[in-house]
């Protein structure tokens, strides 16, 4: 029993940690999946970070900072697509502006507004995401065991959680199953032959960049309001980028995508358990190698371990109408 309540608090440590990378992955699944390359994800999770964090402690309301968040992330969203879409930029010149771009004025503007270090006040009570106790939760914690999956795995998380996993059968749904998604994934693969039909290809690529820019929204919230009490400088630590390892290990599909991010999340958790704990025959391992296995995992899956990834065939080709 006490290994079952150890591998419960560990798995509901990597549910946590997956939401970001979760949420990310999915924004970046929208927006490639209309032929947009989002390599922005990094800046505009870390920029929806500080504006939550920024909002909440100003206001002392987490649902301000998550508008706030939203906003932010939609507005460097927009950004993107104006440099991709309208512009028929680079893209992945525009999505490392993006992140250079909100690196810095997160750091300017914290240090500017709360003099800080680039921080923003800490957080606590209405001004955080609290977590929600499902029905049954007191008494599955109480019967320990097997109860105890479900009071650390499925309940008692806050409601980004939920909304996180939510989003991947709305995605699945909306991209497979509706007129929208449809039309948005025929964008990725043969613009031409959408605009042939009538159809804007730009509006439908802006749609998708906005869809991406709400879960960064959501992801940013996430980090500083939820998971932690306020914004810190860099907190996003390369999730944007390890979220795109996911996208493609996953092959632009939103269950796998769920199930690599639960995967990262998986290995992140059991770092943060093994930190200070000696290894049969190695003995104490530094904490820095722990704290490197995801990014280890994701180079290994980046290295040629998944297959072959193809992805949609205009991604990343801006698009221009013939005439």
């Given amino acids: 029993m006490e290994f079952v309540e150890s591998a419960a608090l560990v798995l509901g440590s990597a549910v946590r940690l997956s939401v970001p990378l979760l949420l990310a992955c999915l924004?970046?699944?929208w927006s490639e999946r209309s032929g947009v390359v989002d390599i922005?994800?990094?800046g505009k999770?870390?920029?929806?970070?500080?504006?939550?964090?920024a909002a909440?402690?100003?206001?002392?309301?987490?649902?301000?900072?998550?508008?706030a968040a939203i906003l932010t992330a939609i507005a460097f969203s927009l950004v993107?697509?104006?440099?991709?879409?309208?512009?028929?930029?680079?893209?992945?010149?525009s999505g490392v502006a993006i992140n250079f771009v909100a690196a810095g004025l997160t750091a300017l503007l914290g240090q500017a507004w709360?003099?800080?270090?680039?921080?923003?006040?800490?957080?606590?009570g209405d001004a955080r995401f609290q977590p929600i106790d499902l029905p049954g939760e007191v008494a599955a914690r109480a019967a320990g065991g097997f109860?105890?999956?479900?009071?650390?795995?499925?309940?008692?998380?806050?409601?980004l959680v939920y909304l996180a996993f939510l989003a991947v059968p709305v995605t699945w749904y909306a991209l497979g199953r509706t007129r929208f998604g449809l039309r948005l994934r025929a964008v990725g693969e043969n613009p031409h032959a959408v605009d042939t039909a009538g159809i804007s290809v730009a509006g439908l690529r802006y749609a998708a960049v906005v869809i991406a820019g709400l879960l960064c929204g959501l992801a940013g919230t996430y980090l500083a309001i939820a998971q932690s009490a306020g914004f810190i400088r860099d907190m996003t630590a390369g999730k944007g980028f390890i979220a795109l390892a996911a996208l493609v290990f996953a092959k632009w599909r939103p269950v796998p995508a769920m199930l690599t991010c639960l995967l990262f999340g998986l290995l992140d958790a059991v770092a943060i358990r093994l930190q200070?704990?000696?290894?049969?025959?190695?003995?104490?391992?530094?904490?820095?190698?722990?704290?490197?296995?995801p990014y280890v995992l994701t180079v290994v899956l980046l290295a040629g371990f998944i297959g072959r990834a193809i992805p949609p065939r205009a991604s990343g080709v801006p698009y221009t109408k013939d005439r």
């Fill in 147 to 159: 109860g105890r999956l479900w009071s650390e795995v499925v309940s008692g998380h806050n409601i």
């Fill in 45 to 53: 999770m870390l920029a929806a970070a500080f504006a939550a964090g």
């Fill in 114 to 124: 709360f003099a800080q270090g680039g921080r923003t006040p800490p957080v606590q």
């Fill in 80 to 93: 993107h697509g104006f440099a991709s879409i309208s512009q028929r930029g680079n893209q992945i010149v």
């Fill in 40 to 42: 922005g994800l990094e």
């Fill in 27 to 29: 924004a970046g699944l």
């Fill in 56 to 67: 909440a402690a100003v206001t002392g309301s987490a649902w301000l900072g998550l508008l």
């Fill in 276 to 293: 200070g704990t000696p290894l049969p025959v190695v003995g104490p391992v530094p904490v820095q190698v722990f704290q490197a296995l």
